[in-house]
């Protein structure tokens, strides 16, 4: 089998092309960042005409790359939600039209649920890991912060953000500071000249029992201490703290906030796999105070740096098991913002 898939959910354009295993054949991602950048954030209507301009010449290479022509394809994937609708629309509508031309099978991915898949993803001799559920699904992203209890046929959101996604929470502070956008890798950069103890932040983990997350008042709070105000935000009282000692104490509270939150959720559903995705899981301090933190307690699972970010490979892998599975769709399907 050989599946093409598209991803336009949000501020990425990819196309890839995926064999049996899942194994990657060929990818492209066409990120927006530099058309967003000067906006501090994602623009839902630039995001929509970009992936109009470059979606079709994105799959073009893709097939090309792969040494695979349109009739050599089982099905097309794409994701249909959750995402912006005005972008998830050009993807779905591009798929639909590839599919009816070609006369494949469209298969309609969820892109949470592939991000989930990604580990699952070979390429270049680089071998997979073996995912089978259940297992806790953790998403952090620039629009989720979301815990699944993932099993064979459905998945249950137990936990998501009251606010900022964490991703937003990166993009924020990396705001803040004048570090630039994206604000991940950004904040991650600075943050290793500095010390993670050095800014004391509120560790919002909400009722004893809550799987939810806000980072609204970490994000306040960071703008008062770099403006050297107090809590209240009455000041200037004091000299402002270095930027890397901002961000290395801010990855290290989101760190803490997670494992928290991680715990709590290994503790209620007695899961012992913990499966990353999303943008955010490309960081690597993250990652190392992640799995000190949950030593012991369950496998964690998380994607290839390259498979974190939004790319068109997860969605063609997650479009080959459902193909297998014979869930596929029709040419009425509508994208969906919802997750
Ligand atoms: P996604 O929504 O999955 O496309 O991921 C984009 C989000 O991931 C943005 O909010 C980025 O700032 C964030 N991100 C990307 N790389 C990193 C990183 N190295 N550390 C933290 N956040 C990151
Ligand atoms: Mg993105």
């Known amino acids: 089998m050989i599946v093409l898939g598209i991803e336009t959910t ?3 354009t990819s196309a890839a092309v995926v064999t049996d295993g899942p194994r990657l054949l060929s990818q492209i991602v066409l990120s927006q960042a530099a058309e967003h950048g000067p906006f501090g954030g994602v623009v839902p209507e630039l995001a929509s005409r970009s992936h109009v301009r470059e979606l079709t010449a994105v799959i073009e290479r893709t097939l090309r790359d792969a040494s695979v022509s349109p009739a050599d394809l089982s099905a097309i994937a794409v994701a249909s939600r959750p995402g912006l609708i005005g972008a998830l629309l050009v993807g779905v509508t591009t798929a639909k039209a590839l599919a009816w031309a070609w006369e494949k099978p469209l298969i309609a991915v969820h892109h949470l649920e592939a991000h989930l898949e990604a580990p699952t993803l070979s390429y270049d001799g680089v071998a997979a890991e073996k995912l089978e559920p259940p297992y806790l699904g953790v998403i952090l992203s620039g629009g989720h912060t979301d815990l699944y209890h993932v099993e064979a046929e459905h998945r249950t959101r137990i936990g998501a953000t009251r606010d900022d996604a964490v991703g937003e929470a990166f993009d924020k502070v990396a705001s803040i500071l004048g570090l630039g956008y994206p604000g991940g890798p950004a904040v991650e950069k600075c943050a290793l000249e500095g010390d993670p103890k050095a800014v004391p932040l509120p560790r919002t983990l909400l009722a004893p029992d809550s799987l939810d997350f806000s980072f609204s008042g970490l994000k306040t ?33 989101v760190a803490d906030i997670l494992i928290e939150k991680l715990r709590r959720a290994l503790d209620r559903t007695g899961l012992d796999t913990v499966v990353f995705g999303g943008g955010v899981t490309a960081n690597q301090a993250l990652r190392t105070r992640l799995s000190s933190g949950l030593d012991g307690r369950a496998r964690l699972v998380f994607p290839r740096p390259e498979f974190s970010t939004d790319n068109g490979a997860m969605i063609a892998a997650c479009g080959l098991r459902m193909f297998a599975e014979g869930k596929t769709a029709t040419l009425d399907l509508e994208p969906d913002s919802t997750p």
């Open 10 to 12: 949000c501020d990425e």
């Open 221 to 253: 709070s960071i703008l008062y201490k770099w403006r050297g105000q107090d809590a209240k935000g009455r000041g200037p009282i004091a000299t402002a703290p270095a930027p890397a000692d901002i961000c290395a104490s801010f990855q290290a509270t």
